[in-house]
Structure formats: structure tokens, C-alpha cells
């Protein structure tokens, strides 16, 4: 039989790669901040050649303001204040003019050289102003007044903050230069820091590539892994998991259905050859049909019981609730099962107290509770007992089906709810049991999300507890 092909992978064409969305975003990032701190360090520098400029015409005029109110009248001390450091600081030419109430006007020499238009300075009014200059140069002036002797003095000191413009002007071309040359390295690095932060998860897709239903106990490797691929990584390790128990349970349960329906099958064959082996009479064909027509009722309850589990484990078996008293239900199923206790010289006894109304699925109830009904029946002894009791907890109802029987050793009790596992093989034959009773219980509990347990100790009996919640839901 050829293999089935593996479906075609989809087309991944036209998806943008997250690799080279990180390498944006990181190269973007962090040419943005080289960005930030070239332009915080202009502006920085900007403004502590300015503030400094400012300090140094202050601290001048300043000078030139307690000369006055010292000696007001001696204008050749005053000149000779003026005339001091005269345009001498090379990286800040500094100049100062005063005008007398008077309107006479000691400055420093060389202003007229240096400013061509000096008479329109002292127009501007009073406070720090820039001043533009015919040679483009910005001009800082400083402007205030003072009384003395009787008159107002006007004080007014001009720096030439040319050579500072300069200074900005190269950090600002520099300054584009190490941003032209920073984009690089950035994108450099943004996609070395991508490839290698996509690295582990291109390691995660290789090890998802490589799992077949051959290979399921294969895991993803945690070492060096971040703390959210760690996480990622334990997930799909933990749904791995989940789908190797569930490969290994369908295995199982392939294989034992081969083996519960090769039973009855090769039964009704040898009943059949036998029968054909030679001429029989009439009763013997009868007991021949018969034998096969409970051999045919068996593979029925086994397929019929294969079908609700798989339902049930599909989600397409919802349960229909109704109304409906517990105690009722157990004193239908008493009577049900009389003969039968009859039979095997077993007391069936209920109890429970009237009425314990509920909300269930009544035919699942019904099967759910005959179901442990009949298995008690298999393992309890004469003169034993079957008790199924119920009562209310808070926000449930429990179910509870007890007898004396031989019990179940402890090796036993993790394995009794799953499909065709018998604790005693022989016994279980001979009383035509299907293995798939207490199976059929567990997923009843589970349409009405509650649960199935059991407690037994060998000699002592059985106690199988069914817990339904009061509201599931439904």
C-alpha cells in the first residue's frame, strides 16, 4: 500500500520576515538615540558658549558700572577702563561703549572698524539681545543704564560671537558626518542582534520540522534559551507530551481492538466450520445459530460501546439534561437488576435520601450506574452486598456504588478506567465483559464535566464515587 504523501507546506511568499522587521526597528533605535545625543550635545555646547559669552559681558560692563560710580567725572580713568584688554580676547572680541548724560561717548577704540554702523546700537533697548551683523555674524549685546551724578549713563557692551557661530557650524558638519557613518554600524549590528535573537527559534521550527508520529519523543532543548522561548519551548514540549500519550493510547487501543474483535470473530468462523464439517440435525444447527448469535451480541455491545467513547472523546455526544429524582432513578435501577441479584445471591440495597432532585443527562445517569451495577455483580461473591448511595455536597452530587467484593490490588487501581483493561481476565471472559464498562462511566462523568474515581483494597470490597456538579453548564 503506498504511503500517504505529507501535505504541501503553504507558501510563505509575501510574508515580511520577522528577522528583518527586528533589524528595522533596532537599526532605526539606535540610530535614532545616536541621533538624540548628537543633537542634545549641540545644544548643549550652544548653549554654554552662549551662557558664557553672556557671563563675560556681564562681568564687564559690571567693571566698567562701579568705575563710574567710583569716579564719574575722571574721563581718562574711564577711558583707560575701556581701553583695557581692547579687543584682545582673540576667541571672544569683546567691546565696550558708554554714553555720559551728556551724550558724550567713550568707547573702545577700533568699534568703528569693527561695527561700521555703531550708531544704530543704541537703539536697542535694555537686556541681552542678538544682533545680526553685515558680515552674518551674530552680535551679542548687552544694554543697561544707570543714575550718577545727577544724570542717566547708558552702558553697552558688544560681543562678536562669530568665532562661536564657527565652532557650531564645524560640530554641526561633524556632527552630520558621525551620523552618516553611524548608520551602518547600526544596521550592522541591528541585524547581527535579529539573526542571533531569531537563532533560537529557528531551532525550535528545525526540531518541529523533524517530529514525525516516528520520532514523538523528541523535545525541544532548553539550554540557552531566554526566558520567553523557555516558556514557548515548554509549552510545545508539554503539547508534545500530550500527543505522544494520546499516539500511544490509540496505538494501544488499536491494537486491542484488534485482539477483542479477533476473539468473537475466529468463535463464530469455528463455530461455523464445525457446523459445516459434516450434516448435523436440526437442533444442532439451532445451537450452532444461537452460539453465533451470541458471539454477534457481543461484537455489537463492543462496537456499540467503541462508538459512544469515541462520541464522547469528540465533543459530538452533548448531553440532554433534565429534571429528575436521584433516589427514583436508583429504585428504577434496583428493580432492574433484582432478578439478577436474585440469581447471584446478592442484596442490592439503595441509599439515599428523598427526593435529591438533579439536572442530568437521565439515560447517561441510568448507563453510568447500571454500568457499575453489573461490574459489582462480576467480582461479588454470594451472600454479598451492593449498595448504591447518594447525597449532596456543596455545589455537586455524588454518586456511590460499593459492594463486598474481592477488591482490586493497588496495581490495578490507575489502570481500571481505561479501555479493555481487565483486573482479572478470566473472570471478566466468562462473564462476557467487554472491558470498556468503566471507561463508558469515566466519560459519562466527563460529558457532565465531573468525575469518576475508586478506592479498593483486595478482600475488603470496592468503592467506585461518581461527582457530578449541581450547575455544568449544559
Not at 500500500?1 to 526597528?25: D, I
Not at 543704564?145 to 554641526?172: A, I, K, V, Y
Not at 468473537?264 to 450452532?288: H, I, K, W
Not at 489502570?415 to 466468562?430: E, I
Request: charged share 25%; with cysteine.
Amino acid at each position: 500500500m503506498p504511503s500517504t504523501p505529507e501535505p504541501r507546506r503553504p507558501a510563505l511568499r509575501g510574508r515580511r520576515s520577522l528577522a528583518v522587521r527586528l533589524s528595522f526597528w533596532y537599526a532605526g533605535t539606535s540610530f535614532a538615540v545616536v541621533l538624540a545625543v548628537i543633537v542634545a550635545c549641540y545644544f548643549s555646547l550652544a548653549r554654554a558658549l552662549e551662557r558664557d559669552g553672556d557671563d563675560l559681558l556681564r562681568d564687564r560692563v559690571e567693571q566698567v558700572r562701579v568705575h563710574i560710580q567710583m569716579s564719574p567725572l575722571d574721563t581718562l580713568k574711564l577711558r583707560e577702563e575701556l581701553e583695557r584688554n581692547a579687543g584682545s580676547l582673540v576667541s571672544k572680541p569683546l567691546y565696550l561703549r558708554v554714553i555720559s548724560p551728556r551724550d558724550a561717548i567713550f568707547e573702545t577704540p577700533g568699534i568703528a572698524a569693527r561695527f561700521p554702523e555703531p550708531a544704530k546700537i543704541p537703539t536697542v533697548p535694555v537686556g541681552l539681545h542678538d544682533v545680526p551683523t553685515p558680515d552674518g555674524h551674530s552680535l551679542r549685546v548687552l544694554v543697561t543704564t544707570m543714575s550718577e551724578n545727577g544724570g542717566t549713563w547708558t552702558l553697552q557692551g558688544w560681543l562678536d560671537r562669530g568665532r562661536d557661530d564657527q565652532l557650531t557650524g564645524l560640530f554641526r558638519r561633524f556632527a552630520i558626518v558621525i551620523a552618516a557613518f553611524a548608520l551602518l554600524p547600526c544596521a550592522l549590528a541591528a541585524d547581527m542582534i535579529a539573526k542571533a535573537g531569531m537563532r533560537p527559534v529557528k531551532a525550535i521550527a528545525a526540531t518541529a520540522e523533524h517530529i514525525r508520529s516516528t520520532s514523538l519523543g523528541e523535545r525541544i532543548p532548553m539550554d540557552g534559551l531566554p526566558a520567553e522561548l523557555a516558556e514557548l519551548a515548554l509549552t510545545f514540549n508539554a503539547m508534545l507530551d500530550r500527543l505522544q500519550r494520546s499516539f500511544d493510547q490509540v496505538s494501544r487501543f488499536s491494537a486491542d481492538i484488534a485482539h477483542e474483535l479477533r476473539t468473537p470473530l475466529m468463535n463464530l468462523r469455528a463455530t461455523a466450520e464445525v457446523a459445516l464439517g459434516r450434516n448435523r440435525t436440526t437442533d444442532e444447527y439451532a445451537d450452532t445459530l444461537a452460539s453465533c448469535l451470541e458471539e454477534a451480541d457481543r461484537l455489537s455491545r463492543i462496537v456499540d460501546s467503541l462508538l459512544f467513547l469515541a462520541r464522547a472523546e469528540a465533543d459530538r455526544t452533548k448531553p440532554q439534561a433534565v429534571d429528575f429524582s436521584v433516589a427514583e432513578e436508583l429504585e428504577s435501577i434496583r428493580d432492574y437488576h433484582h432478578p439478577q441479584a436474585e440469581e447471584a445471591g446478592v442484596t442490592l440495597a439503595v441509599e439515599c435520601p428523598a427526593p435529591l432532585p438533579t439536572h442530568l443527562d437521565r439515560t447517561l445517569f441510568q448507563r453510568a450506574v447500571s454500568n457499575l451495577v453489573t461490574n459489582a455483580f462480576k467480582f461479588t461473591p454470594k451472600g454479598g452486598t451492593i449498595t448504591m448511595r447518594a447525597f449532596n455536597e456543596p455545589g455537586k452530587l455524588v454518586v456511590q456504588v460499593r459492594d463486598t467484593g474481592a477488591g482490586i490490588g493497588p496495581e490495578h487501581i490507575s489502570k481500571v478506567f481505561d479501555r479493555f483493561y481487565r483486573a482479572d481476565t478470566a473472570r471478566n471472559s466468562k462473564a462476557g465483559g467487554t472491558g470498556l464498562g468503566l471507561a463508558i462511566v469515566k466519560s459519562i462523568a466527563a460529558l457532565h464535566k465531573g468525575t469518576a474515581e475508586i478506592e479498593s483494597s483486595p478482600g475488603k470490597g470496592t468503592v467506585v464515587t461518581l461527582t457530578f456538579p449541581q450547575d455544568t453548564g449544559m
